[in-house]
Every structure is written in structure tokens, then in C-alpha cells.
């Protein structure tokens, strides 16, 4: 098993999920900065990057797909912390929209997972960035179906 990246060569399928939890590891560990948690950093980059109509808890618990509990105390903390600031939705009584706050848009600024990916990734030449990008979602799907089970190994393929 590889414990550092060496080389560009082939590398075995082991070595390949060992480097994608040791990126795994770094990403979360890098999300321990500013006095916040990693998910609070998660929050923060979903309301930034999304369109107003989903700015709500219900889209940002789906997105991550985890229960609204933890995703209400999350964005409660950043409402509480200034990062954040709710108002009422336009098209629900009682639902809510979060923006960033100039505190959150300046915090922002300094994303840990954007300033240490962000090198690595612009250094890449555009069929490589592309390639990962390509790579990257179909392990994202593949993970967010579910563990294959004989009923799933058994259903034909959807087109």
C-alpha cells in the first residue's frame, strides 16, 4: 500500500482508494480553520455557490445528503457566528433563505479546501482537469447509490 504519492506510474486499485482516503483525511483535516468545522465550511461554499431559490436548510441537508438536525445547528451556529443572515422566503411562509454576510464573504476568502486544492488543481493541464473532474463524479454517484446488494446486482442497468 502507498503511504506517499510516488510517481506517475500504474497504480494498483488498493493504492488508488488508499490515496483517496488519504485525500479524504487531508480535505477534512484542512477544514479545521478560522474557529470553524468542516461542515460549517461545507455550508458556507453551498449558500455562496448556489442560486437563491435553493438557499434553504432543506436543499443544503439533501445536497449533503444528512438529516436537517445537524444541518439546522450548523447554519444556526454561522447565523450566530454573523457568517450568515436568514429572511424569509419569498414563496414559503415558513420557510427560510441564508446569504453570506461581508464577514462570511471575507472568511470565504480564505477557504482553506480552495487555497489547498486550488494550486494542485490549476497546475493540471485542461484534459487532466477534466478527466478528474469526469473521474470524480462517477465515484461521487457510485457512492451516493448505495453499496450494490443481489436485488441492486440484479436490476438491469438504467440507460
Known sequence: ???????????????LVTLLDHVSRLVYGIGF???????????????HDSPEPARTLT??????????APVSRTVSTLVDKGLLVRRPHPGFKRGWLFDLTD???????RDPLRQSLGPPVAGLAEDERAM?????????????AGPVTEDKAEDPPVA
Open 59 to 68: 436543499a443544503l441537508a439533501r445536497f449533503q445528503r444528512i438529516h436537517l
Open 132 to 144: 478528474l473532474g469526469r473521474l470524480m463524479k462517477r465515484i461521487i454517484a457510485h457512492m451516493q
Open 103 to 109: 464577514e462570511g464573504r471575507a472568511l470565504l476568502d
Open 1 to 15: 500500500m502507498l503511504e506517499t504519492p510516488q510517481g506517475d506510474g500504474w497504480t494498483a486499485d488498493d493504492d
Open 33 to 47: 480553520a478560522d474557529g470553524l468545522f468542516p461542515a460549517q465550511w461545507v455550508a458556507l461554499r453551498y449558500f
